[in-house]
Structure formats: structure tokens, C-alpha cells
């Protein structure tokens, strides 16, 4: 290395090139070249032995030896003859005329390249697995916040794109905030008392009509945060009626005493938010928090408020106990309250009581991240008794202008389903909230353990220190694909890279742990070979985050690339774990090779 290092990545120099003969050069102060060879990844020790058992010793290995290999070593146990042929048959497509398969099978190279494609051989399991009959409650949902926003809480565009990428991306509840516009029945989405630019409220819902389930069968949520007077509810309701159509679902009834299921619910649309609240106002009832047009206020206004040092004192006359105003409102945009399939509502009074379960009514509770921190804290059991029949939804803070997040594991303990997180708010947290849902086939809802479901005495203790159930054992072997997907000159102007792997399990206290690498000098494809073991206590809440990073002796170590995986789906055996971006976009070549076992 040297004190040369590093002039960073952001200029191509002219004069570096690539030789015909698999080398790059690299210039030096304009004065020399220095020339690195290109190594190609090769097959681990632990490879070779695979391929040398399962294939009795020969060169090839044929399709019911590899079925054997997926069954016994990549623990496929429902892997049949004819799902080893297809996706031998896959491979060789895949590999085109690189392949040298012949009809006595797979060599070691392709063997070892066949480990490499994540389609085919990724770290988790693909498919929806989970059981999707159970009630709304038994999930945890992939939930956007202020799903219009470009960018900042502030001052960005409101737009109907990032709803659009949400929902590819398989989020399955979009908020909208609804305030009225200028002209007679105009209702705009944006964020109230900013400088953020609107956005119709009909493009938004015609969005959520042609999006919705491009990426998950299961039923989108829409959470609104309505200021709007009766008449422009009634609107609402209107254009929600006309937009979906068919696919919006509401009950017959006032209340759920239950909430349906995902599967029951496939390719339907529903809408949670508060009752109308415009009979209270009405009715001379005091109404703290409005904005200065004299609408109503959110609940997250009511948050910033508070964030901004204003008592929000208001949650037992503001915010009235929904039964109460429920049986008065017949008198305020009744079409609109009838579309209401989740009915929500903020904490009032003591938070005892605003958590007990109500009988034969199932409601959405809200609360901003610090209010679930407090509640948490002193009041964890209730928290988790009231998630198994009822919904609750966390917020980001006020404070939060930039759209940055906050960690979703407290809401997870505690069974919450809707974490709310600013999409556009790219950053660590994200990224486990992106591995959360890469579970369950990527559906968008992921059912929550047995523990937080416990319907008696026994109900989880998020404070219970437990024992050690589950070990895993993870094996970092190699990492290939940066020089497809980067400049050879984007981490480093005078050389190859030196990369090197973080490993991070995030979950219950007890189980948060670090691991790094070695790190591989002047390497495009570096070799570890190294294993780590991360003892767990609650195996079912933890994810594996990992991280590549390159080392510079100057300057802050450039990022390489990212991915996050919940551990309860890892797929024991040699595994290809592909990388993502800063924002969570996959990366076209760049991946680990990586071992994943149980004990």
C-alpha cells in the first residue's frame, strides 16, 4: 500500500486501462504503471469436498447425485428428481455457451458457478410459506410513512412515484395526508404546515389502483390523515368508491370483531384512519392542535407540536373515544366512515387504558417512536397482550425532517405490525427494514411468532432475560463481482481494492453482536474463508446484517455493498448472497459466497 493512498473515486484517470490479457493498469502519479492481474473466484476447500463426496469421486456430478447434494447438504428436503433436473437445466441456460455441462452432468466449474446464482441458490427461501389465514393482526406489515414524500419532511416534492416504488418494492400500506385544495372539491396529498408541493389525491389513488399488487397478491392498506371538512370527505369517499371499484373491501358492520386475513383479503384495498371528527368541532368541543386553516390535526402534527416544546395535553378532548363519536356520526360524511375498514385512533388518558383489549371491537392504536419507547418501557406486557387481537402503528418523531428512521426492532418486540418508515429515508435502518421483509417470499407480510400470540398468563416479556436456544454458525468464503458492477477505479485510483466483510445480528438485546473479516489486499475477488458464531436467544426477531466495506487508511472506508437477512429464513448449506446499494437496489453482479448452519 503505501502513503500514496488513496486518491478517491472521483475522476476516472485517462491513462488507466485495462489490458487484453485479464490485468488491469494502474498509473502512478503519472509517472509508472503498475499492472494486477484479474483472478477469477475459485471453488472453496468446502466446495471441492462437496463436490468430491456427492460425486463419488468422479469428474461430473449427475442430477440424482445433485438432488442428493440438495437434500443432504443444502437441506431441500422436498427436493425431487425432477426439481434437481429443472434447475440444472436453469443453470445451464443461465450460463449459456460458458457452460461445458454434458450430459454426464456438472464439472466442479459449474458446480461452484451454480453456488454463485442467487436465483437459484440464494440465502433465503423464495417463496410466501407462511400460514396467511389468521387475522391482519398476526403480521408484521411492510408499512410506509408519508408514502408521497421525495425527500424531505420539510420541503420536497409530493409526488405519486415514490408510492409507485413502495409498492414494487412490496410495501403494503401507503399514507396519505388529505387537505383540501382551492377549488370546490380539490383534495390534495401533502404534508400540512411545509413548504412540500401537493400532489392530487386522484393520481395518488389511481397509482395505488395500477401498482398495488405488482409485486404481492395480498391486500394494501391505505392510511389516511384527513383535515377535511364533511363535505370534502364525502369526496373522498366518492373517488375512493370510483377509483378501486371492485377491489376495495369494507365490512358490513361498524366494527370488526375480527380482523379478516391476508389471504382473504388478496387483491383488495382498505382503508384505516380515524372516524370523522368534524361532529366534535360542532359541538363545541375543544379541538387543540389545528392547523392554521382550521382543519383538524393528525396525529403526527399533534407529535411535532410536542417535539417543538407544545404540551400535546389534548389526547383526552381531541381525541375522543371513537365509540362515543361513532354512535353521533351518522351526522358527518357517513359514506366516507362507511369505508373505513380499520378504525384507529391515538393513546387518551392513561396508556393502561388506552391499551385494554376491547371486547368484540379490534381497532389500529398509533403512536410516534418515543411514545413506544415509554410505553415499552413501563409498560411492555401490555403492549404485546393488546398486538394479538389489535393493530398498532409507530411513527417517526417530528424531529425527523430529513426522513431519516429510527430502529424498528423495539416495535417488533413488542408485536407491533405497522412500522412506519420514510422509504426515501435510505440509511441502516431501512436496510433492516428491507431484510424484515424479505421473508415470507417478500409478500409484504411476515406472521409473527408464536411467543408474541400467547393468548394467557404466559404472555411474552420483552424484558425476560432468556436462554441461548439456537446457534448459527455463518462461513464467509469469497465475494466476487465488484469489477463487473464498479470503475476499477471507483474504490481506489492506484489499485485493486481491500475489501473486507461486518457481520451484525440485530434483534432483543441479548443478542446483538459484531464480526469482521480479515481484510484481502489489492483483490477484486477476495478469499476469507472465515467462520463466526452468533448464539441466539430469540432466533425468530434477529436479522443478519452484513456489510462490505474497503479499507482506507485516510479516509472513511468506502461502502461495497449491503444486504440484510432475517436468520429464522436462512437456508442451511453453501449459499449466494447477493449485495444491494446504499438504497437497497440489488447489484447487478456483486455477491458472497457464504455458509449458513444451525446447532
Known amino acids: 500500500m503505501g502513503s500514496y493512498r488513496k486518491e478517491k473515486k472521483q475522476k476516472k484517470l485517462p491513462d488507466t486501462t485495462k489490458d487484453e490479457l485479464g490485468s488491469y493498469n494502474y498509473r502512478m502519479f503519472n509517472l509508472f504503471n503498475r499492472k494486477f492481474k484479474i483472478t477469477e473466484a475459485e471453488p472453496p476447500n468446502d466446495v471441492k469436498e462437496a463436490f468430491a463426496k456427492f460425486s463419488g469421486g468422479q469428474r461430473y456430478i449427475g442430477v440424482d447425485q445433485f438432488r442428493k447434494f440438495l437434500v443432504l447438504h443444502q437441506d431441500m428436503v422436498d427436493c425431487t428428481l425432477a426439481d434437481a433436473q429443472r434447475m440444472v437445466e436453469d443453470f445451464i441456460n443461465k450460463r449459456h455457451h460458458a457452460s461445458k455441462c454434458t450430459s454426464l452432468g456438472l464439472n466442479l466449474e459449474d458446480f461452484f458457478h451454480f453456488l454463485l446464482f442467487d436465483d437459484l441458490n440464494g440465502p433465503i427461501i423464495p417463496q410466501v410459506h407462511h400460514d396467511m389465514t389468521a387475522p391482519l393482526s398476526h403480521y408484521f406489515i411492510y408499512t410506509g410513512h408519508n408514502s408521497y414524500l421525495t425527500g424531505n419532511q420539510l420541503s420536497s416534492d409530493c409526488s405519486e412515484v415514490p408510492i409507485i416504488k413502495a409498492l414494487q418494492r412490496g410495501v403494503r400500506v401507503i399514507e396519505l395526508d388529505l387537505w383540501p385544495g382551492s377549488a370546490k372539491d380539490e383534495i ?6 411545509t413548504l412540500t408541493t401537493p400532489v392530487p389525491f386522484i393520481k395518488c389513488l389511481k397509482s395505488i389502483r395500477d401498482y398495488a399488487f405488482v409485486s404481492s397478491p395480498y391486500p394494501v ?133 388506552a391499551l385494554k383489549v376491547a371486547v368484540n371491537k379490534v381497532r389500529r392504536l398509533s403512536m410516534s417512536e418515543q411514545e413506544l419507547e415509554r410505553a415499552a418501557t413501563n409498560h411492555g406486557m401490555d403492549l404485546v397482550r393488546f398486538t394479538q387481537d389489535n393493530i398498532l402503528r409507530v411513527y417517526p418523531k417530528g424531529t425527523r425532517i430529513t426522513s431519516s428512521n429510527y430502529k424498528p426492532i423495539i416495535g417488533w418486540m413488542h408485536g407491533a405490525q405497522m412500522i412506519a418508515f420514510n422509504m426515501q429515508g435510505y440509511g441502516k435502518s431501512l436496510w433492516l427494514m428491507h431484510g424484515m421483509f424479505r421473508a415470507n417470499g417478500g409478500c409484504g407480510y411476515v406472521q409473527k411468532p408464536d411467543f408474541l400470540m400467547q393468548n394467557d398468563d404466559e404472555v411474552f416479556d420483552p424484558k425476560r432475560k432468556l436462554s441461548v436456544i439456537k446457534t448459527l454458525k455463518v462461513k464467509v468464503y469469497l465475494g466476487d463481482g465488484w469489477r463487473l458492477d464498479f470503475s476499477h477505479t471507483y474504490f481506489d485510483a492506484y489499485s485493486p481494492p481491500d475489501f473486507y466483510t461486518k457481520l451484525y445480528i440485530v434483534g432483543v438485546p441479548a443478542d446483538a453482536a459484531r464480526k469482521k473479516t480479515k481484510i484481502i489486499e489489492d483483490n477484486w475477488a477476495p478469499v476469507w474463508n472465515q467462520e463466526f458464531t452468533f448464539p441466539l436467544t430469540v432466533p425468530e426477531l434477529a436479522l443478519l446484517r452484513v456489510e462490505v466495506r474497503e479499507y482506507d487508511m485516510s479516509e472513511k472506508d468506502d461502502f461495497g455493498g449491503q444486504t440484510c437477512l432475517p436468520v429464522s429464513e436462512l437456508r442451511p448449506g453453501i449459499r449466494s448472497v447477493p449485495l444491494h446499494d446504499k438504497k437497497g437496489e440489488k447489484l447487478n453482479n456483486t455477491r458472497l459466497l457464504m455458509k449458513f448452519e444451525f446447532l
Do not use: W
Open 188 to 193: 390534495l396529498v401533502l404534508h400540512g404546515r
Open 221 to 353: 392498506i391505505i392510511t389516511l390523515e384527513d383535515h377535511l371538512t364533511p363535505d370534502h370527505q364525502a369526496k373522498v369517499a366518492e373517488l375512493v368508491t370510483q377509483t378501486f371499484g371492485g377491489m376495495l373491501y369494507y365490512p358490513e358492520s361498524d366494527f370488526l370483531v375480527e380482523f379478516p386475513s391476508p389471504e382473504s383479503l388478496k387483491h383488495r384495498i382498505i382503508i384505516s384512519t380515524k372516524p370523522p371528527k368534524e361532529y366534535l368541532e360542532s359541538s363545541g368541543i375543544k379541538m387543540k392542535g389545528c392547523s392554521p386553516v382550521g382543519k383538524n390535526s393528525s396525529e403526527e402534527d399533534e407529535e411535532e407540536e410536542e417535539e417543538a416544546g407544545l404540551e400535546a395535553d389534548d389526547r383526552s378532548d381531541s381525541d375522543q373515544d371513537d365509540e362515543e363519536f361513532d354512535n353521533k356520526s351518522g351526522e358527518s360524511a357517513p359514506e366516507y366512515r362507511r369505508l373505513i375498514t380499520i378504525h384507529a385512533g391515538k393513546p387518551k388518558g392513561a396508556l393502561t387504558d
